[in-house]
Every structure is written in C-alpha cells, then in structure tokens.
C-alpha cells in the first residue's frame, strides 16, 4: 500500500492554478511536516516547499509569491496551492510526508506523484 497519495494534478493553461493534495490512506501515520518536490524529464527531483510542525514554510527562488504549502492537521492532509503557473512549472510532483517517532529522527513517506502541465 502506498503511504502517501498526491492528487490534483492535470493540464493548465499558464496563468492558472491547481491545487495538490497529499494524503495518508488509512491515516496510518500523523502528517507531522511536509514538503513538495518536482522532477522535469531529463532532470533531478528538485524539492519546492517545505512546512515544518511548527508551521513554518520555505519555498525554493522560482515558485516564492506564487505557490503556497500549507498543511490542515484534523484532515492529517497537506497542499500546495499553485498559482500563476508557467511552463517551467511543468514536472511530476511529490510529497514527501514525515512522521514523528518518539526519540528517533522523523521517517519519511513518499507518494508515486501527481503529473502537473502547463501549456503556452
């Protein structure tokens, strides 16, 4: 079973925003942080947004004012709110989902990915 689900993907005129999901079937773990990453063909993953427990986010340079990661912690769910979208945003995005363990380091649970295209 897949730990984490993305979803919302699809294709999008640029200018327009989609909005990623990224859930816990089952919630067999409790989303503690999470972030998002995005792999171009012919590229490496690349990560995009991060939010910590605390609720603080990081954004890589080329998406800061345009997306926004959020978290919603009684829906155990994460998002990425993505606006103003261009062709360079076109990529296979991830979610990386952590989880706490008592005394150890935080484990992360990844998704298969949700595909995002943005048209000229």
């Not at 912690?73 to 076109?90: I, V």
């Amino acid at each position: 079973q897949v730990p984490v689900v993305e979803s919302g993907g699809g294709l999008v005129q640029a200018g327009g925003s989609l909005r990623l999901s990224c859930s816990v079937p089952g919630n067999s773990f409790r989303i503690i942080a999470m972030a998002w990453y995005r792999q171009a063909p012919g590229n490496q993953r690349e990560w995009v947004a991060s939010i910590t427990s605390g609720g603080a986010t990081n954004y890589v340079d080329s998406v800061k004012g345009r997306f926004t990661i959020s978290k919603d912690n009684a829906e155990n769910t994460g998002y990425l709110q993505m606006n103003n979208l261009k062709p360079e945003d076109t990529a296979l995005y991830y979610c990386k989902a952590q989880q706490s363990r008592l005394g150890r380091p935080l484990l992360d649970h990844w998704g298969q990915g949700t595909q995002v295209t943005v048209s000229s």
